[in-house]
């Protein structure tokens, strides 16, 4: 059975510093790419970053280059975010994701829980 | 990037009635040589995870019940719910997988009547 299991979030001012954790089990995880998605509270969803599965490729949306780093340990199963600089907009609850390769992008076949992160002084 | 667009934002559909939802996106998003929409739709229940339910345009996820179909080409999707049951209520997301960034709908909650 696949499980994601993300941790780190939490209450932070603007201007700091976050990073969370994917704890994944139950799949061959360096044989996925990773992603990270956030959702607002009562929003939609929102793409942030997809890393494949050597960790030698990394994407990211526009409001979070240059500000959040993903990586990956393939040795501990492990997908991170770093997020720096946090703004009140990066208030979201945050899902890891396992992602499929769907010929020239990705989607999301497995989702863990989420980890909430609150952008606020 | 490539934007896409939901309708309704909501619907009511009474048990065991067709629920629609439409999604359009800003570009094709046809894979020409595969001929292949590259296309995902989710489900959101009530305070849990996404759930994905089709892939490209069409494709049933496994373990998804076949009252879910997804269909369309191009730049406009649907997302057809055959017979809605009460498990059913939740919101509905698209997302293109043809380039990233990676897009999704506005989504499009589907209640009962």
């Known amino acids: 059975e696949v499980q994601l299991l993300e941790s780190g979030g939490g209450l932070v001012q603007p201007g700091g510093s976050l990073r969370l954790s994917c704890a994944a089990s139950?799949?061959?995880?360096?044989?996925?790419?990773m992603s990270w998605v956030r959702q607002a509270p009562g929003k939609g969803l929102e793409w942030v970053s997809t890393i494949k599965d050597s960790g030698s490729t990394t994407y990211y949306a526009d409001s979070v280059r240059g500000r959040f780093t993903i990586s990956r340990d393939n040795s501990k199963n492990t997908l991170y975010l770093q997020m720096n600089s946090l703004r009140a907009e990066d208030t979201a609850l945050y899902y890891c994701?396992?992602?499929?390769?769907?010929?020239?992008?990705?989607?999301?076949?497995?989702w863990g829980q989420g980890t909430l992160v609150t952008v606020s002084s | 990037d490539i934007a896409m667009t939901q309708s309704p934002d909501s619907l009511a559909v009474s048990l065991g009635e067709r629920a629609t939802i439409n999604c359009k996106s800003s570009q094709s998003i046809l894979y020409s040589s595969r001929n292949k929409n590259l296309l995902a739709w989710y489900q959101q229940k009530p305070g849990q995870p996404p759930k994905l339910l089709i892939y490209w345009a069409s494709i049933r996820e496994s373990g998804v019940p076949d009252r879910f179909s997804g269909s369309g080409s191009g730049t406009d999707f649907t997302l057809t719910i055959s017979s809605l049951q009460a498990e059913d209520v939740a919101v509905y997301y698209c997302q293109q997988h043809f380039s990233t960034p990676l897009t999704f709908g506005g989504g499009t909650k589907v209640e009962i009547k």
């Open positions: 994701g396992k992602t499929i390769i769907g010929i020239t992008s990705y989607f999301f076949d497995y």
């Open positions: 139950g799949f061959t995880f360096d044989n996925y790419a």
